[in-house]
């Protein structure tokens, strides 16, 4: 038929050439597989990201690429101040690093890894089809892609998902975020910050980089039917309002799985991993660890099953090594709900959030140094009895609904 192409055959298709694409495609790669990796965009691509590198993303980036924190690609910081509606709760002038990238860079830096690693980069391209059950991937300039499994990796909005299961995440589940770029001042911007009252269910941030500085907002969707709002009135605690309506008109959002990951991340012989797969931390927001992490182990995995000549099990062993992620997720979502999920939450975030001890454990697990499975059951029951106290000191107001 005229217009039909040959499929070009590989062992591995990967969708989505961000951290969890770039990390699967490079594992894969290295251990020989032949990988097409296919974006929409060409690299650099702009991404809309806080681009706050923890210490866990450090530990991803040495083991899964090679790559340094090196003063061109980041500016670390150690300095944090932690805030409620503007009110300092809390500076700590010693925190683990963190260190502040640029999406678009950063992302392009880890798509070069996966190319040198040899994958074959498909990229722009536009995909007009995707069929699991090949799998198989169509593109809009008539190529066709087979492959014995596929790694979707393409967001949020993941077509992959979409292709499995008919939509990639229900609108009710997932955050929204807004963020703008603001130009470098001498003598401000030097720490980063993390207001926990900026946005309803959600926070807002300041984060310093090389060139610019990262102010952001994000949220429960549902819970912030204008995110714009909270948008400005933070914009407005840095810059005048003149200031903050000029930088207004390059405000980006985005829609962040936070918290509803899916159990099974994929079918058949397509897995998802990142973003994707919902792997975002739905307290601090941060998604890249956990995306180079699933991108890594999800890599692994279809190099054993196709290793063993039965690429019908990768997903099986991709689900038992990510169960530990998924756990570290659901942990989370429980201290998540703990703080925010009630109408008395301002209360117990503010209490929360002044003792030192809060503090600590929260920056240990900003760092890697520690995961949400390291709180035991007794400090979630001391954080819930404090939670109690706080309702029962929080002054009552007579009359009318409460």
């Known amino acids: 038929m005229e217009g039909l192409r040959m499929a070009e055959r590989f062992d591995l298709i990967v969708v989505g050439s961000g951290p969890a694409g770039s990390a699967a495609a490079t594992v894969a790669a290295r251990a020989g597989l032949r990988v097409a990796l296919v974006d929409k965009s060409a690299f650099p691509r702009d991404k809309l990201c806080g681009g706050a590198v923890t210490g866990r993303c450090v530990q991803?980036?040495?083991?899964?690429?090679?790559?340094?924190?090196?003063?061109?690609l980041f500016r670390t910081l150690t300095r944090l101040r932690l805030a409620y509606k503007g009110e300092t709760m809390g500076v700590i002038k010693d925190a683990p690093p963190l260190h502040m990238t640029m999406r678009r860079d950063f992302d392009a830096a880890l798509h070069r890894h996966a190319a040198a690693a040899?994958?074959?980069?498909?990229?722009?391209?536009?995909?007009?089809?995707?069929?699991?059950?090949?799998?198989?991937?169509?593109?809009?300039d008539g190529r066709v892609l087979e492959a014995a499994l596929l790694i979707g990796a393409d967001g949020c909005n993941s077509a992959t998902a979409r292709a499995l299961f008919g939509r990639p995440f229900d609108p009710?589940?997932?955050?929204?975020?807004?963020?703008v770029e603001l130009p470098r001042r001498k003598g401000q911007f030097r720490i980063?910050?993390?207001?926990?009252?900026a946005a309803n269910w959600g926070y807002g941030w300041v984060f310093p980089k090389n060139n610019s500085i990262t102010v952001g907002v994000g949220g429960m969707h549902l819970r912030n039917p204008d995110m714009k709002i909270h948008m400005r009135s933070y914009l407005e605690q840095f810059v005048s309002a003149q200031e903050a309506e000029t930088a207004m008109q390059g405000c980006k959002g985005a829609f962040l799985p936070a918290g509803v990951y899916r159990k099974v991340p994929g079918a058949g012989r397509v897995l998802l991993a990142g973003d994707a797969a919902g792997l975002v931390d739905p307290v601090t927001g941060e998604g890249i660890a956990w995306a180079m992490r699933s991108g890594q182990l999800a890599?692994?995995?279809?190099?054993?099953?196709?290793?063993?000549?039965?690429?019908?099990?990768?997903?099986?062993?991709?689900?038992?090594?990510?169960?530990?992620?998924?756990?570290?997720?659901?942990?989370?979502?429980?201290?998540?709900?703990?703080?925010?999920?009630?109408?008395?939450?301002?209360?117990?975030?503010?209490?929360?959030?002044?003792?030192?001890?809060?503090?600590?454990?929260?920056l240990h697990i900003l760092?890697?140094?520690?995961?949400?499975?390291?709180?035991?059951?007794?400090?979630?029951?001391?954080?819930?009895?404090?939670?109690?106290k706080s309702l029962l000191t929080r002054p009552r107001v007579s009359g009318g609904a409460q």
Do not use: H, W
């Open 367 to 388: 760092s890697g140094e520690r995961d949400y499975q390291d709180i035991s059951g007794k400090t979630l029951l001391n954080m819930s009895m404090q939670f109690g």
């Open 192 to 197: 980063t910050e993390i207001d926990l009252a």
């Open 118 to 140: 040899g994958a074959q980069v498909f990229a722009p391209a536009r995909i007009t089809r995707i069929d699991p059950a090949a799998p198989r991937v169509e593109l809009a």
């Open 172 to 179: 009710a589940d997932v955050s929204f975020a807004l963020e």
């Open 299 to 362: 890599g692994d995995a279809c190099v054993a099953a196709l290793k063993a000549g039965n690429p019908d099990t990768a997903l099986r062993l991709y689900r038992q090594e990510l169960a530990y992620v998924q756990r570290e997720i659901d942990r989370a979502r429980q201290i998540q709900r703990l703080i925010f999920f009630s109408p008395q939450s301002a209360t117990v975030v503010r209490t929360l959030v002044r003792k030192p001890r809060i503090q600590r454990a929260f």
């Open 60 to 72: 991803y980036l040495d083991t899964i690429f090679g790559q340094q924190i090196t003063p061109g």
